[in-house]
């Protein structure tokens, strides 16, 4: 067993702590704030292990700090570019979650569309009994044009399963991508004016800050359909709100929000909006794989040198870095 000291600040899944408590010397505080530093650990701690955000002020109170495993693939709670000038590895979770990420995304996508947990709340009402059966949908995924707003790990396995429900897909991403024959169209705009059905799956980075806004949301037009599951950061929210509200567009299905876990009160009561609490890759098994590789990255960079899955910002060997 070595004892490197890893630190973990807040909370994480409980199979990060048991399998960290079984490799590593651990210590823990309740939350990533420079004020419950203290010098024993500014001196002492070599990694973190870390579900949410760390400011550049706490990873820089740390003289011995190496490696950074972040438990999601979206790593925008940390600044990588910044853990990379100081020589730290900062690590996510890729591909172990992609499948149950697209599996949400269509779910989210025919509850959007078909009201389905409107459908439910009727029956379960009584209302079926009642007053007859539930009205028909206007929307339907029949005949639909989707674009994907990224086309990477996550918005690939969604765009295999759409082509299982024989509709067209498009996608935008900076640069076309040559291992698929979906049409590429080389702004957001031009997407958002050749679809009806738009789904982000892109990062949150300085690029991506409300780029759904007004504009985007009037080109998918009055039978256009948002799904968010990449960041909610990406979408003008006041915008999409209006847009619901007006018929700019017919729908919207969100698994993620601007200020989580605040929802605006505006969204919860749109009925043409379908709402869930960030649960995309939440199932027992996912989330497990997900704490597998936080500590298998903190295991292989302390005993084999090099992390598992380091994101692009770092890409560091322990050999290179000068305090190791
Ligand atoms: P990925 O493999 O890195 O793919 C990101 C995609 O976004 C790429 O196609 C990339 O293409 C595109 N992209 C990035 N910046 C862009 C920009 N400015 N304009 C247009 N396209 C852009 O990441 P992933 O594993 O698929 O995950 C994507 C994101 O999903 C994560 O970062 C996370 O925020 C989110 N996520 C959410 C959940 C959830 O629970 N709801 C779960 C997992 C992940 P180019 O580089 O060519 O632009
Ligand atoms: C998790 C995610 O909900 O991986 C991501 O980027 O957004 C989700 O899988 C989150 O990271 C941990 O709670």
């Given at each position: 067993m070595t004892q490197h000291r890893i630190l973990v600040p807040g909370s994480i899944h409980p199979h990060v702590e048991e399998r960290l408590?079984?490799?590593?010397?651990v210590v823990r505080i309740t939350k990533a704030d420079p004020v419950l530093m203290t010098d024993d650990l500014a001196r002492s701690v070599q990694g973190i292990a870390v579900s949410g955000s760390l400011t550049t002020d706490f990873v820089e109170a740390f003289a011995s700090l190496e490696i950074i495993a972040n438990f999601g693939v979206g790593y925008d709670g940390i600044d990588a570019r910044h853990a990379g000038e100081k020589n730290i590895v900062v690590t996510n979770t890729p591909d172990v979650l992609d499948e149950e990420v697209a599996d949400?995304?269509?779910?989210?996508?025919?509850?959007?569309?078909?009201?389905?947990?409107?459908?439910?709340?009727?029956?379960?009402?009584?209302?079926?009994?009642?007053?007859?059966?539930?009205?028909?949908?206007?929307?339907?995924?029949?005949?639909?044009?989707?674009?994907?707003?990224?086309?990477?790990?996550?918005?690939?396995?969604?765009?295999?399963?759409?082509?299982?429900?024989?509709?067209?897909?498009?996608?935008?991403?900076?640069?076309?991508?040559?291992?698929?024959?979906?049409?590429?169209?080389?702004?957001?705009?031009?997407?958002?004016?050749?679809?009806?059905?738009?789904?982000?799956?892109?990062?949150k980075t300085d690029w991506t800050h409300k780029t759904i806004n007004a504009d985007i949301l009037a080109r998918l037009g009055s039978n256009g359909v948002l799904i968010n599951v990449g960041r909610g950061w990406t979408v003008d929210e006041d915008a999409l709100v209006d847009a619901l509200k007006t018929g700019v567009i017919a729908a919207a299905g969100l698994d993620v929000f601007y200020d989580e876990p605040h929802v605006p009160q505006a969204l919860i009561d749109l009925p043409n909006a379908t709402l869930l609490p960030h649960v995309a890759s939440a199932s027992q098994d996912t989330r497990r794989a997900m704490a597998n590789l936080v500590v298998d990255n903190l295991i292989n960079w302390f005993e084999k040198g090099e992390a598992l899955t380091p994101v692009p910002e770092t890409p560091l060997k322990r050999s290179q870095i000068p305090t190791a």
């Open positions: 408590n079984a490799a590593f010397d949400t995304t269509i779910g989210l996508l025919l509850n959007t569309v078909r009201q389905y947990p409107q459908a439910q709340a009727y029956l379960r009402a009584g209302r079926w009994e009642k007053d007859g059966a539930f009205p028909l949908t206007p929307l339907s995924l029949r005949g639909r044009t989707v674009g994907m707003y990224g086309l990477g790990r996550i918005g690939q396995a969604i765009a295999k399963r759409l082509e299982g429900f024989s509709v067209s897909i498009a996608y935008h991403t900076r640069k076309p991508r040559e291992d698929v024959t979906y049409t590429y169209y080389d702004s957001l705009e031009a997407l958002a004016e050749a679809v009806d059905t738009l789904i982000a799956i892109v990062p």
